[in-house]
């Protein structure tokens, strides 16, 4: 066991979290812990990294285990980029290499007499540089750098990036940094599709233990194979993952319900026995002795009986039903030949998109594409460059986002809720209620909210209101799993359309039978949900010339002396350097003796033709 929790408590506030829990984590475990929001998940965690302590029981390690957890953004002065942060993994690494730096200054002017000392020692500090991976280092930061798409921003500041991108940067910073158990809380949020599904590969064949909490319900199906049930302060520990998991907790929950109505059907007969027992013993004449020890020995029995708890088949969850509306025109959405441009990011070229009364379409992509931009249009937020983009006739939007837009944080969330809806306070209540906002919490300031809460007032808000087009904006963003599942439900049943931006495949794969894909300005639509669109769009992807390197081999002919304006010489340079990289990856990793020396030829001549550009280059500035 790597780590072994042992009849664990936690209070928090008066409120006990969870009490006598206790859960065992092997070496080399794939675990997921999920819950409600709310259930003590980041809490136990805390608790597991060492950064709080149980109030009762004990926590022990394997000996010399090393623990990964991301706690809280630290703070770095304005010098360190994003790469200095990422590359600090590498302490060790990074101290052995000056040691080589400073032993090679030395060999370069020392006396012959210390040479042979000196030598020895570079030898002794090289050899252990090269068993600890320290030649592999370059190549294990442009992995996670191309795997979670950090490649815009690394080299910016680390203090001006936003609270997104620093969480990514330090989560490529755990990784890099191979803990024996790494523990992972939310990993998936912030990242795109592209770069969840790397993260799921790198995590399935990572050396170490792996604990994730998360709501992805299709992140943890890949990952985990064990989950921990965090319910009313107890875990429940079930083998496989999170769909098996499922499975066998309905069939548990199906099994105890059973027993408990058994149990409860015995407990009533044995007091309906009672009772008579002691009616015939009073009634009889003279009164019965006999009949009343017999009473009296069953309801001693029924005291000692171990009663079997009622199990939590229904748990509190969200009552959502969107209220039917007059229905919109036939074309609810009209996107003809649109172009949108914010400086010389080019977001959509010529983009067509047509939504039809009651349909269901996703649109998907990578993070910064533009798809949130395409619900602004809609919406008469942003205005187009060129084109044409409508909504039909007596549509009546409802809108979703995943950013709460709050003007004044100390309103009262009942305040913000009734200031779109019409209703008396008493019904507010009544209303909120529903969405799990009870008694006091419905005074809360807006400001102090989670993000599940601000969610969940604004989905109250929508139910209410006259909508027959519904625009999600990453919807099951800050939604445990049960609330998700809710909304699921709501939007089968929702008597409109919906047009949602999402990175949440199942919900994605449950929902919408139509795709729209969101690359380069492009805007490709699918009539298939995500799994099915995504493996078209890899195919449309792998039929089209990729523009970089058509440009490379145009780069290459002898009569080429300038580059095309669309494409400026330094993004060819750039171009290259990134495919020399990645092609060093592979000769570092690949053990094929032909493909090896295929690829150190392949990288001998882009290495050259980089040359030639950058001398061309040159010319071009000094002219």
């Not at 158990?181 to 599709?193: A, C, K, Q, S």
């Not at 639509?525 to 990729?546: D, H, I, S, V």
């Amino acid at each position: 066991m790597i780590c072994t929790i042992q009849e664990i408590s936690k209070m928090l506030g008066g409120n006990i979290i969870f009490e006598n829990l206790s859960l065992s984590i092997k070496t080399g475990d794939r675990l997921g812990i999920v819950g409600r929001n709310g259930a003590g998940k980041t809490t136990l965690f805390k608790l597991i990294a060492r950064k709080e302590a149980a109030d009762k029981g004990s926590i022990h390690y394997k000996k010399g285990t090393q623990i990964g957890y991301l706690a809280q953004i630290p703070t770095f002065s304005d010098e360190i980029t994003g790469y200095d942060v990422l590359n600090s993994a590498f302490q060790y690494l990074n101290e052995l290499q000056k040691k080589m730096k400073d032993l090679e200054d030395k060999l370069s002017t020392s006396n012959p007499e210390d040479m042979e000392k000196l030598l020895q020692t570079y030898g002794d500090v090289q050899e252990e540089f090269t068993n600890s991976g320290g030649y592999l280092m370059e190549s294990e930061l442009d992995k996670v750098i191309q795997g979670l798409q950090l490649s815009h921003f690394v080299s910016q500041p680390f203090s001006s990036l936003s609270g997104g991108e620093q969480t990514k940067i330090m989560l490529g910073k755990l990784l890099l940094t191979k803990p024996d158990l790494l523990l992972l809380d939310e990993p998936t949020n912030h990242l795109d599709l592209f770069a969840v599904e790397w993260l799921e590969e790198y995590l399935v064949n990572y050396a170490g233990t792996v604990v994730i909490v998360s709501h992805d319900r299709y992140f943890l199906d890949q990952v985990v194979t064990k989950v921990a049930d965090l319910e009313e302060g107890e875990l429940t520990l079930y083998h496989g993952n999170y769909s098996a998991f499922s499975i066998e907790k309905e069939e548990r929950l199906t099994r105890e319900f059973q027993a408990y109505e058994e149990q409860q059907k015995k407990i009533k007969k044995m007091r309906e026995a009672i009772k008579r027992l002691r009616q015939w013993a009073n009634e009889a004449v003279p009164p019965n002795p006999g009949l009343h020890r017999q009473a009296r020995n069953m309801e001693r029995a029924l005291e000692r009986m171990e009663k079997v708890r009622k199990p939590l088949i229904d748990p509190k969850k969200m009552d959502l039903t969107f209220e039917a509306a007059p229905r919109s025109g036939k074309e609810v959405v009209v996107m003809e030949e649109v172009c949108k441009s914010f400086d010389e990011k080019v977001l959509l070229h010529l983009a067509n998109l047509h939504v039809y009364w009651k349909d269901r379409l996703a649109i998907v992509g990578r993070n910064g594409t533009g798809k949130s931009t395409i619900l602004n249009i809609l919406r008469g937020e942003i205005t187009i460059d060129k084109g044409v983009a409508r909504l039909g006739s007596n549509v009546r939007v409802g809108y979703l986002s995943q950013h709460f837009h709050i003007t004044d944080p100390k309103a009262r969330l009942i305040d913000v809720f009734r200031s779109e809806v019409n209703v008396f306070e008493g019904d507010a209540r009544h209303i909120l209620a529903k969405f799990m906002f009870y008694g006091p919490d419905v005074f809360k300031r807006i400001g102090d909210l989670s993000g599940g809460e601000r969610m969940r007032l604004r989905l109250a808000q929508l139910m209410h209101q006259d909508i027959n087009l519904l625009m999600l904006d990453e919807p099951t963003n800050h939604l445990d799993i049960d609330s998700r599942e809710v909304l699921e439900d709501a939007l089968e049943d929702f008597q409109g359309t919906i047009l949602a931006v999402s990175h949440d495949r199942y919900f994605l794969n449950k929902l919408f039978p139509r795709t729209a894909w969101l690359d380069q300005g492009q805007l490709s639509t699918f009539e298939g949900p995500y799994e099915w669109a995504r493996a078209k769009w890899e195919e449309l992807q792998r039929k089209q010339p990729n523009i970089d390197q058509v440009e490379l081999k145009e780069a290459s002919k002898p009569k080429q002396t300038t580059i095309k304006k669309e494409y400026p010489i330094e993004e060819t340079i750039a171009a290259l350097e990134v495919e020399i990289k990645s092609i060093t990856m592979q000769i570092e990793t690949e053990s094929d003796w032909d493909q090896y020396e295929q690829l150190l030829a392949t990288r001998m001549e882009r290495t050259q033709l980089l040359e030639e550009l950058m001398e061309q280059w040159m010319k071009e500035i000094e002219d």
